[in-house]
């Protein structure tokens, strides 16, 4: 006889526990171990919550080089609950001590079949035994996380929701309560969430605002409302944005540093709808003429032409205005990058003016709040749902369907995948749904959304998503104060070092990425259904090269981390302030000068009503919930303890702790730490 010694985690989340009946098998290359129930005792411990607990099997002789393990539940006493396990140790006669990872539940009779934790490349798994299991994992998760269209029923094929036309496909499930208890949220972040939610609007119903269709009197109402909301973390930042709002410094410095930092680009040309001319900017230049300036890589353009010809929704019972501006900067002498020109609309003519700083302040003042309501629409729908989220989704989906547990690449994206389904269903059953705080109270909602989000989807590229090809392609490596630009590249370096790390331990060779038929079809499923198949967008239907495949998952890993906490979580900072961020207008554009006033500026701007229900949402988006993972924080075991992936994953965890010290952005007047790791999510979940 030899004895296995088997080592049980419990998970430590809410209601891990069960007093249900747990069973267990081992399966080695040479023989199986019957089945044997680890607690038959009529009063035991059960498996209490984080409880870990040593049991013994016995087997009549070596089962071999073990391959997996099994396990299975049967309710005590008719009560069906289910069970969290974290991890399985096994320590075998020959005293080594084997990983199998698990953190999954289980239900009543339910089985799970765990892999030992060594990751291995489908044609490195070569045992039968092991061959089968990857298979039919796959199998399994194809069939939970994919649903028969009515086109493929002939073949039963499992298929990815199409959402929308002309947007990346999605998951199919229509609830949360539908997908598997290992992908939904925590207890813990449930709770969070619908509190954070709750609480928000609970208060502006019971004052009665947050229905109310009335015109705000003054800014000083506005600033009752955002006392009554902001939190001691976020209070500076509050204050500083209601302060200096109005401010041209200030606005010029969201272009490079706010929640939309991706769009600013070097301008060498004037666009031809955009007519500025020497006279119009000669006394923001100063003695410097604009072409000159424009050789010297001093002007800059931001171009809104995404909106053009879209119509606004319909929001309280009034029309909302969208515009498409155009807007020209200048980085000055001091560093400072200052709006010189705008113009509100895509086609130039009498009737689209362009408002200079010379011009009054109401006139000017209201062109920079039309802008600002354009970011609104571009940032919410274009840069952080579908770059973050949808992108997010894809690989999501991707890795699920493609990349069995034993599969390194599964290992190493896990934790950038947590949540991500339910967050998406949420969004589009919560935000963009018919009734969605979307489509009800900003100006992009409605029928023209989804127009709005398949512009953006065909504009997508590669090289969009890759951070140092998109400095490079919008000419902007030298501009000064990019703290976007620094902070991210730092990071975008780390990350790819840890990748880079990782994935040449497993792939020697350029031979083995091509041979890696599970590695193909998950990038060929990225490419159908993220990318529809558009050779243009740059994106590879297939991998030929270690180097290409680190850059990729480079990419994935700062999507779902780094770029999103970008253009997520300073959503309140910067929009609490309304003006700042108006999630639509009420009053088409001027189309003369001199025609703005204090009050028109209060009509134009959202009702009241709007105000609170925008703020109560942006408030959620950038709340951190107290079941908040940090990038670089790996609270599951994957990898084979002592394995080379381990020990990068320790290196990787200083290079992001070190990270701070050197970036230094708490020093400035308006601190920047969206890109600090420690306000870096590791995945897509809020």
Same mark, same amino acid.
Request: aromatic share 12%; hydrophobic share 35%.
């Given at each position: 006889m030899v004895t296995y010694e088997v080592t049980v985690h419990t998970g430590t989340r809410a209601l891990a526990g069960t007093t249900s009946y747990i069973y267990i098998q081992l399966r080695g290359t040479e023989a199986e171990s019957e089945e044997k129930i680890l607690d038959q005792a009529?009063? =035991?411990?059960?498996?209490?919550?984080? =409880?870990?607990?040593?049991?013994?099997?016995?087997?009549?002789?070596?089962?071999?080089?073990?391959?997996? &393990?099994?396990?299975?539940?049967?309710?005590?006493?008719?009560?069906?609950?289910?069970?969290?396990?974290?991890?399985?140790?096994?320590?075998?006669?020959?005293?080594?001590?084997?990983?199998?990872?698990?953190?999954?539940?289980?239900?009543?009779?339910?089985?799970?079949?765990? *892999?030992?934790?060594?990751?291995?490349?489908?044609?490195?798994?070569?045992?039968?035994?092991?061959?089968?299991?990857?298979?039919?994992?796959?199998?399994e998760r194809q069939e939970i996380f994919g649903f028969?269209?009515?086109?493929?029923? +002939?073949?039963? /094929?499992?298929?990815?929701? %199409?959402?929308?036309?002309?947007?990346?496909?999605?998951?199919?499930?229509?609830?949360?309560?539908?997908?598997?208890?290992?992908?939904?949220?925590?207890?813990?972040? #449930?709770?969070?969430?619908?509190?954070?939610?709750?609480? /928000?609007?609970?208060?502006m119903k019971l004052e009665g605002l947050a229905d109310s269709k009335m015109t705000w009197g003054s800014f000083n109402e506005l600033d009752r409302i955002l006392c009554e909301n902001r939190n001691k973390t976020i209070a500076c930042f509050v204050d500083y944005v209601q302060e200096h709002w109005d401010e041209d410094e200030f606005f010029g410095y969201q272009f490079l540093n706010g929640l939309c930092p991706m769009m600013i680009q070097r301008c060498s040309k004037l666009p031809e709808n955009f007519p500025v001319t020497e006279e119009m900017v000669k006394d923001s230049l100063g *003695?410097? *003429?604009?072409?000159?300036?424009?050789?010297?890589?001093?002007?800059?353009?931001?171009? !809104?032409?995404?909106?053009?010809?879209?119509?606004?929704?319909? &929001?309280?019972?009034?029309?909302?205005?969208?515009?498409?501006?155009? %807007?020209?900067?200048?980085?000055?002498?001091?560093?400072?990058?200052?709006?010189?020109?705008?113009?509100?609309?895509?086609?130039?003519?009498n009737d689209n003016p362009i408002f200079l700083p010379t011009d009054s302040k109401t006139d000017w003042q209201l062109a920079k709040i039309y802008v600002r309501a354009a970011e609104f629409s571009v940032h919410e729908l274009d840069f952080h749902l579908l770059r973050t989220h949808l992108m997010a989704e894809v690989f999501t989906m991707a890795t699920l369907r493609n990349l069995p547990s034993p599969h390194?690449?599964?290992k190493l994206l896990l934790p950038h995948i947590r949540y991500t389904h339910q967050i998406n269903i949420m969004a589009r059953n919560q935000l963009i749904s018919n009734d969605?705080?979307? #489509?009800?109270?900003?100006? &992009?909602?409605?029928? !023209?959304?989804p127009k709005l989000l398949r512009r953006a989807t065909a504009s997508l590229t590669y090289s969009s998503?890759?951070?140092?090809?998109?400095?490079?392609?919008?000419?902007?490596?030298?501009?000064?104060?990019?703290?976007? *630009?620094?902070?991210?590249?730092?990071?975008?370096?780390?990350?790819?070092?840890? %990748?880079?790390? +990782?994935?040449?331990? !497993?792939?020697?060779?350029?031979?083995?990425?091509?041979?890696?038929?599970?590695l193909q079809c998950w990038i060929k499923e990225i490419f159908c259904k993220g990318f529809l198949k558009r050779k243009s967008t740059g994106i590879?239907?297939?991998?030929?090269? %270690?180097?290409?495949? &680190?850059?990729?998952?480079?990419?994935?890993?700062?999507?779902?981390?780094?770029?999103?906490?970008?253009?997520?979580?300073?959503?309140?900072?910067?929009?609490?302030?309304?003006?700042?961020?108006?999630?639509?207008?009420?009053?088409?554009?001027?189309?003369e000068k001199d025609q703005t006033t204090k009050d028109t500026i209060l009509e134009t701007l959202p009702d009241v009503g709007t105000t609170v229900h925008t703020m109560a949402v942006l408030r959620l988006l950038s709340s951190i919930s107290s079941d908040h993972y940090p990038l670089g924080?790996?609270?599951?075991?994957?990898?084979? +303890?002592?394995?080379?992936?381990?020990k990068l994953i320790k290196k990787f965890q200083e290079d992001l702790k070190s990270l701070p010290d050197l970036i230094k952005n708490t020093k400035l007047e308006l601190p920047y730490t969206f890109l600090d790791p420690e306000n870096v999510d590791n995945s897509v979940a809020i």
């Open positions: 009529y009063f =035991s411990l059960g498996f209490s919550e984080g =409880s870990v607990r040593t049991f013994k099997v016995e087997c009549k002789a070596s089962l071999g080089e073990l391959i997996h &393990v099994k396990l299975s539940s049967k309710p005590f006493m008719g009560l069906d609950n289910q069970w969290y396990c974290n991890k399985i140790l096994v320590t075998t006669p020959e005293d080594d001590e084997i990983l199998f990872p698990c953190y999954r539940w289980l239900g009543c009779e339910e089985k799970l079949v765990l *892999r030992h934790a060594k990751a291995s490349l489908v044609f490195q798994d070569t045992n039968p035994i092991a061959q089968r299991h990857r298979m039919r994992q796959l199998e028969v269209d009515s086109k493929h029923r +002939v073949n039963e /094929q499992r298929v990815w929701k %199409v959402y929308v036309e002309g947007l990346p496909h999605a998951n199919h499930y229509e609830s949360a309560l539908d997908m598997p208890a290992e992908v939904r949220f925590s207890y813990t972040k #449930t709770i969070d969430f619908l509190y954070n939610l709750g609480t /928000q609007l609970i208060a *003695r410097n *003429r604009l072409e000159v300036e424009m050789k010297k890589g001093n002007i800059f353009l931001c171009d !809104y032409k995404m909106l053009d010809g879209l119509v606004g929704n319909e &929001v309280h019972g009034r029309k909302q205005y969208l515009t498409a501006p155009l %807007v020209l900067l200048y980085c000055d002498s001091n560093d400072m990058m200052l709006p010189i020109a705008i113009q509100l609309g895509q086609k130039a003519g390194p690449l599964y969605g705080s979307i #489509t009800l109270y900003t100006a &992009v909602g409605g029928d !023209y959304l998503l890759c951070l140092p090809d998109n400095i490079s392609e919008r000419g902007l490596w030298k501009v000064p104060n990019y703290h976007y *630009r620094d902070d991210g590249m730092k990071l975008w370096n780390i990350i790819y070092e840890f %990748v880079e790390g +990782v994935l040449t331990h !497993y792939y020697k060779s350029d031979g083995d990425v091509k041979k890696d038929s599970e590879p239907q297939s991998f030929q090269a %270690v180097k290409d495949l &680190v850059k990729f998952v480079t990419m994935v890993i700062f999507t779902a981390s780094a770029q999103h906490a970008s253009v997520n979580n300073g959503q309140f900072e910067f929009g609490g302030w309304m003006p700042n961020f108006p999630s639509g207008l009420r009053k088409p554009p001027p189309k924080d790996f609270p599951e075991e994957w990898f084979e +303890v002592g394995s080379v992936p381990c």
